[in-house]
């Protein structure tokens, strides 16, 4: 191009395009300004990233307090944490000793009954309504409902039973209910998150 | 079409030339905005606007993609929504802040983008095509903010639907059930907000389209340049990469300075204090008016307060009410006939003495009067002074724009853009920009044509 | 002369004659007809600036003064609260104010907020969690303005931003409560309408809400400070400034940061532009 018609190419374009003399003299600038245009539109993404993740006011209804004192052994109430269920069972002791006598080894998710409760309160079971393997409510909670082959739960989705301890036992699911972090806020209420 | 000179795409590695084969986007790309495009060397600022205002256009289209992630267009919740994106999600503040003052600025870059088209009558031929597609997209625009500001549901939000639509009220005998059929009630309620919320997010979209109609008509003649002369030789032109990008990514910097300034320290001093009241479909605000880029045509709509009547028999022909929306549609109406009013065949104001007379004197300050009576509450001396400034308004375009055009000595012009730029001499010896010696930049009619002024 | 020429001084002169006659009416009117009547209550409004020294959050460099927020904080609950609503503040937002997490626990729990009974599913009040927004005094607008003579006591969240310079107005509005000039009253005609209460900084000088701060020490403020009825004003006004826009101060600093390196990018970008046409500028002599 400027070889062809160089009487009529403005010289600017020439020195910068071309390097005409091998050397591209203070190029850094360009490179400067791009660069920092980059820096500026990337910086641009993170608010509209971090618009996605959860709102202050979501965030902040992450706490629940459920009171347990009225669930009877062997039974289970279905509440809410974090906009998903949750199961609070109180185990009869038939129920432990079921969930004792397995041989932990055995297990996808190997855990004992004792890690998945508080000390104290080995009895009283908290768990995700969520079943691990694509996030079907499982059954078993309400009176009546099918509690799978090991007397826990059994998610009708794709056939994963759980047992007493709510450990996955048989079907596909890979985990255990995962048990959420909570405490007892008074001998009665327990506070989840 | 483009210029015989203008460089061609030329794919290096084995993969770009693969893409060229099946798909040419790269070299559509460098032809529209790339070396590819030559443009006219003396270009200046004004021809800024028209890349800021595809770029506001992106502002306005991402920020409002994301908050539509947060808003519910219910009236019952509406308002909440939005106060929930001020509080709640995360920088929700300032994308929302984003999106009311990237409206604003929009406005302005594309009344700059106008203004600049009035003065070197980029309307004129052979680009009446690029001229009636932007008068289109103004009036997207316009229809887009307007849905846009109902949609907080505040008390002007709510009020601005319920005048606005009561515009179309005034037209004879189908006017009621019109503006019945366009709120989908007998108030704005939740059937107008969802509406306007649907429309408000599908126009933009539809601008973008016209956009790039604009762009390709624009890549017919090519750019238009301050000195009004048509490109000639290749000495006229520059490619637009990487002489106009560099200078549109500085005018872009500039931009977003004034812009950034505007969201993070005065968001909401160009909007009304009253749209942070929820609407109240009881209780109408003591001064209604609409966002500060419709004054101009606002003031025109309030300006007509008579009917038309026969004189003497007390017969009307045309109601206030009707005059008044006749009037403001009309005056954006009559930019379409704008090619074919000023018969001029000079372009640049510069060249023009009288024509620049009249838009200095004329046209300039009716239009500032008319942005500040718009905002005024309607009592005299506003309405008086709007009545003037809408006859002018009108006269200008209708009357003195044809007529100027016929009467007008024009001064004599530069025989070539690269001869308007570097003087005499540029065009009898090589032009090569740069070893031009006896360049005389003093017979240009204005300093401002300078490309590196 | 030719007609040509003729007919276009005709259009001209026609445009000036137009011109001219669309102002006559108005010029008319401005003239002869009767003078605009204001009521007379623009002859008592004063406009006020806010409080003396303005506000900490002033300005492009302000900041909060997280004891003056506690301060109004503590005005809205013991006055405000009895008949404003705050409904777009939660709880769980006082601990921007310095509040720690406990302490907006409490603070949550003094307050009754609308619930359900967990047991009998029936509407009840349950003491407040930090999760809850604040309650408004009234179950809907009919029982609001029945208890305040038809006037609704407007909700308070955005009451600095519904108002033009709405801190200043708050601040303005809570001392401008006192008597007409009596002298100018008699002389004009003028009274405030049983129900309605004079305030100078009001638009129309008649407001419908009673005087809320009308005794020194009305608050006994935690930190010691003096609770004169202008130093409560102030506090309030700030404190609502907040709930207004929590993010102010946040947007502020963040806004130094972005232009500062835009400044950077801009230059960089001038700079390059200079140099990509410092070919194209013809040389001067």
Not at chain 2, 165 to 190: K, M, R, S, Y
Not at chain 2, 295 to 311: E, K, Q, S
Request: aromatic share 14%; glycine share 10%; with cysteine.
């Amino acid at each position: 191009m400027a070889d062809m018609s160089g009487a009529s190419t403005p010289a600017g374009a020439t020195d910068m395009l071309d390097g005409a003399d091998g050397v591209r003299r203070r190029d850094w600038i360009h490179i400067a300004a791009l660069s920092t245009a980059g820096v500026g539109g990337a910086s641009l993404l993170f608010p509209l990233v971090s618009q996605m993740a959860p709102s202050a006011d979501v965030l902040a209804q992450s706490t629940s307090e459920v009171d347990v004192s009225a669930i009877e052994p062997g039974q289970a109430i279905k509440t809410t944490f974090r906009k998903q269920p949750l199961f609070v069972r109180r185990l009869t002791p038939k129920e432990i000793e079921e969930a004792n006598a397995v041989d932990v080894g055995s297990l996808r998710d190997p855990q004992t009954l004792a890690e998945r409760t508080l000390v104290g309160s080995e009895n009283l079971l908290v768990t995700m309504g969520v079943c691990t393997h694509l996030g079907c409510v499982p059954l078993g909670a309400a009176a009546g409902e099918d509690r799978g082959d090991f007397g826990g739960y059994f998610c009708p989705c794709h056939g994963s039973h759980y047992d007493t301890a709510g450990r996955i036992r048989k079907g596909p699911a890979p985990k255990n209910l995962s048990v959420p972090e909570y405490a007892f806020k008074t001998d009665t209420v327990i506070r989840i998150g | 079409m483009s210029f015989a000179w203008a460089k061609q795409y030329e794919p290096k590695s084995a993969f770009t030339k693969w893409i060229d084969e099946k798909l040419p986007f790269p070299r559509l790309v460098y032809n529209a905005v790339g070396a590819g495009y030559p443009v006219p060397r003396n270009l200046n600022y004004m021809w800024n606007f028209g890349v800021l205002a595809g770029f506001c256009l992106m502002i306005q289209i991402i920020t409002g993609v994301v908050l539509a992630m947060h808003y519910a267009a219910n009236a019952t919740v509406a308002f909440g929504t939005v106060e929930h994106i001020m509080r709640n999600v995360n920088y929700g503040w300032m994308l929302r802040y984003a999106h009311a003052n990237g409206a604003s600025f929009f406005f302005i870059v594309i009344y700059l983008h106008i203004f600049r088209g009035f003065f070197y009558s980029s309307y004129k031929a052979p680009r009446e095509m690029i001229w009636l597609l932007g008068v289109v997209i103004f009036l997207l625009m316009m229809a887009t903010a307007f849905m846009g500001y109902v949609l907080p549901w505040g008390q002007m939000s709510f009020w601005g639907a319920q005048v606005i639509t009561g515009l179309f009220g005034a037209i004879p005998l189908v006017g009621e059930p019109l503006q019945i059929w366009l709120l989908g009630g007998f108030a704005p309620d939740n059937a107008a907000l969802n509406r306007f919320f649907s429309l408000h997010f599908l126009l933009p979209f539809v601008i973008a389209g016209v956009v790039i109609l604009h762009i390709w008509a624009l890549h017919i003649p090519g750019s238009s340049n301050p000195t009004g002369v048509e490109v000639k030789s290749e000495s006229d032109t520059v490619p637009f990469h990487p002489y106009y990008t560099s200078k549109d990514g500085f005018g872009l910097g500039v931009f977003l300075i004034l812009f950034t300034a505007m969201v993070f320290f005065l968001p909401n001093a160009l909007g009304h204090p009253d749209n942070y009241i929820e609407a109240n479909p009881l209780s109408t605000p003591a001064l209604i008016v609409p966002e500060w880029y419709f004054y101009p045509f606002y003031a025109i709509l309030r300006a007509f307060t008579g009917d038309l009547t026969i004189p003497f028999t007390g017969i009307v022909l045309i109601p206030a009410k009707l005059l008044g929306v006749i009037g403001m549609f009309g005056s954006i109406l009559v930019w379409f006939i704008l090619p074919w009013l000023d018969k001029s065949p000079v372009r640049s104001g510069h060249y023009r003495p009288l024509f620049r007379k009249f838009f200095w004197f004329g046209l300039v300050p009716t239009m500032a009067a008319l942005f500040y009576l718009g905002g005024t509450h309607a009592e005299e001396p506003y309405i008086m002074l709007s009545q003037f400034f809408t006859a002018y308004y009108f006269l200008h375009f209708l009357v003195i724009l044809p007529i100027i055009s016929q009467i007008e000595v024009p001064k004599p012009l530069p025989f070539s853009i690269t001869e308007g730029v570097l003087g005499k001499a540029a065009t009898t010896e090589a032009p090569r920009a740069g070893t031009v010696d006896g360049g005389d930049a003093g017979t240009l009619p204005d300093g401002s044509l300078q490309p590196a002024e | 002369m030719s007609i040509r020429l003729g007919g276009i001084i005709a259009g001209l002169a026609i445009t000036l004659v137009l011109v001219l006659w669309s102002l006559v009416p108005g010029v008319y009117n401005f003239a002869f007809g009767p003078p605009a009547e204001k009521p007379a209550s623009y002859a008592f409004y004063e406009h006020g600036e806010g409080p003396e020294g303005g506000y900490s959050f002033d300005g492009a460099m302000g900041k909060w003064d997280v004891g003056q927020l506690q301060r109004g904080y503590q005005v809205y609950k013991e006055v405000c609260s009895a008949c404003h609503s705050l409904k777009f503040v939660a709880f769980r937002n006082l601990q921007q104010l310095g509040y720690t997490e406990a302490e907006v626990d409490a603070e949550a729990n003094s307050w009754t907020v609308p619930g359900i009974d967990p047991n009998t599913g029936e509407a009840t009040t349950l003491p407040g969690k930090p999760v809850d927004f604040f309650p408004s005094p009234y179950p809907n607008a009919i029982a609001a303005a029945a208890a305040n003579n038809n006037a609704i006591p407007p909700d308070l969240s955005l009451m600095t931003k519904a108002r033009h310079d709405g801190s200043a107005y708050v601040y303005d509005l809570l001392v401008g409560y006192g008597e007409a000039d009596p002298e100018k009253a008699a002389k004009l005609g003028f009274e405030t309408p049983p129900g309605l209460y004079f305030n100078k900084h009001f638009p129309n000088v008649n407001i419908a809400m009673p005087p809320p701060l009308v005794l020194d020490g009305q608050v006994t403020y935690a930190d010691g400070t003096e609770a004169t009825i202008p130093q409560m004003s102030a506090d309030v006004a700030a404190f609502l400034t907040w709930t207004a826009e929590p993010s102010l101060i946040e947007r502020k600093q963040t806004g130094w940061f972005v232009i500062g390196f835009l400044l950077f990018a801009t230059m960089l970008a001038f700079l390059s532009y200079k140099q990509i046409w410092a070919g194209m500028k013809p040389k001067k002599n």
